[in-house]
């Protein structure tokens, strides 16, 4: 399993993918994670130190011809003014990488290069050994680029996992501030156990993320009064999460901060649940009967900490549960009137991934075959429900029994929750901001809930750009700390 920034990410049963929109070439755009014809669409720029570039290609042309030339006991002549003009070109482009560092006479000395290269191609030679050079330089190259390619994979997940230099900032003064000035501190507010009032639940160890959540979560709610946010984190971000809920207000909402690590519940084991973990992630894929690839959305579903609600929040009845990574667009106060007819949670299905289609990995579990997957993201939980049916005790049963299995997280909240799923109206949520760049703009408009459930957060610089705009606005864009720690850029 690959952790993600905010979320655990892994592959079920390869990789697969589709196509959409044309590449510079003409052909066909790869809509999927990671395609760079459709990142090069979002991101093009003019072409820099195009210079460099093409004395690096005059140099990859005359090593070619040289052996060649070198061997004609005739162009002597030539092969001494071509070894002379690689030499120098060697020179300067191992001291030299952009165009503004080039030296005045760097014209001339491509203008002899060109030269150099006319006269050598002019020349009858064997075409072999021309093939030969230029097939080994080829390899080189391809080799280079193919250590690149690897680098560029690797620095990007870097990317996704470590955070982002501004919010480390905000983080660690907000931290220091806390303890600096204890003015901020407020009694406990009795509306934290009142089962009478709509209580939200979110984990985040990300102080904007969450802030964004309860922010657009409050400006859109008909009556914020009897909203209680209750955000869980753990020791490293709890007082940088706590002085921030101190010191900001979100109309009549009270935000209610929990340091998991202290909260020390009975449960399965501790040992899995040490650090706190959010939301598990899934790029599901499977062939279909011509054998072809096919790619599914991404699946997100409960991390271990979330079988602990019923146990953190003993007196509460009901509760809806948002992702770090969703913005809220709508009144969700709709959801609280739901009837889920005995089921003990609401969520979004996708169907696009049913239980058959992971019958490999569930052995001999009993399971309904045309079962569609459910979504993290925005769910409604029937506490009492979940507690008279013991659904914690049945996920780390099967947790334990599916350990050893690709996904095993995954799996094991799928059995776990079979027949308990109340299917919400899709319309509630639009998945697939933070790694699909072909989503329809209106239906994202039109949702109450967006997800950016994928690799591409909207805190991050790699965050699909065309859907930043949801995410940034609720933001508090004169607050000092952000300001000072560049979050707002």
Request: glycine letters at 4%; aromatic letters at 10%; charged letters at 25%.
């Amino acid at each position: 399993m690959q952790p993600v920034t905010g979320k655990n990410t892994s592959n079920v049963n390869g990789k697969a993918r589709t196509k959409a929109g044309p590449d510079e070439s003409g052909g066909l755009c790869e809509l999927k994670y990671g395609s760079y014809c459709i990142w090069h669409e979002e991101n093009v720029e003019a072409m820099q130190d195009s210079m460099v570039k093409k004395l690096k290609d005059q140099l990859f042309v005359a090593r070619a011809y040289f052996p060649s030339v070198a061997k004609m006991p005739t162009q002597n002549k030539l092969s001494v003014e071509l070894k002379q003009n690689i030499q120098e070109f060697e020179r300067v482009l191992s001291e030299i990488t952009t165009d503004v560092d080039l030296p005045r006479e760097i014209q001339k000395k491509s203008q002899r290069m060109e030269a150099a290269i006319a006269k050598a191609k002019s020349v009858t030679s064997d075409c072999n050994n021309v093939d030969k050079k230029l097939r080994q330089i080829f390899d080189l190259t391809e080799d280079e680029a193919n250590f690149h390619m690897k680098q560029g994979a690797f620095l990007y997940q870097l990317a996704v996992q470590t955070i982002p230099k501004s919010l480390h900032c905000l983080s660690m003064r907000l931290t220091v501030e806390y303890f600096r000035d204890h003015s901020f501190d407020k009694e406990l507010s009795e509306k934290y156990s009142d089962p009478t009032l709509r209580h939200y639940v979110l984990f985040s160890n990300n102080v904007i993320a969450s802030s964004v959540v309860v922010n657009s979560t409050v400006m859109h709610a008909k009556d914020s009064l009897n909203q209680v946010f209750h955000v869980l984190t753990d020791g490293q971000n709890y007082y940088a999460m706590k002085l921030w809920y101190l010191k900001n207000t979100f109309k009549d909402a009270v935000v209610q901060v929990l340091n998991i690590e202290d909260l020390n519940p009975d449960y399965y084991d501790k040992a899995t649940l040490s650090h706190l973990t959010l939301p598990v992630e899934f790029r599901v894929s499977f062939h279909t009967k011509d054998n072809a690839p096919v790619i599914h959305n991404h699946v997100s579903t409960f991390s271990h900490f979330h079988y602990l609600l019923p146990k953190i929040f003993r007196n509460l009845e009901k509760v809806v549960v948002l992702d770090e990574d969703v913005v809220v667009q709508k009144d969700l106060s709709a959801l609280w009137s739901l009837n889920m007819g005995g089921k003990v949670i609401g969520a979004v299905q996708t169907c696009s991934v049913r239980m058959h289609q992971l019958r490999s990995y569930l052995d001999e579990h009993r399971f309904k075959k045309d079962s569609c997957s459910w979504m993290s993201g925005l769910n409604v939980i029937d506490l009492a429900r979940w507690r008279d049916l013991h659904i914690s005790k049945t996920y780390w049963k099967l947790v334990k029994e599916v350990s050893m299995k690709e996904g095993s997280a995954l799996l094991a909240s799928l059995l776990t929750f079979q027949d308990q799923i109340y299917p919400l109206d899709s319309r509630w949520v639009v998945s697939g901001l933070g790694h699909d760049y072909g989503l329809d703009i209106e239906g994202i408009k039109k949702a109450a809930v967006l997800h950016y459930n994928g690799n591409m957060k909207p805190w991050l610089e790699l965050g699909i750009p065309k859907y930043k705009a949801y995410w940034k606005k609720f933001l508090s864009h004169d607050d000092q700390y952000l300001s000072e720690c560049n979050v707002n850029r």
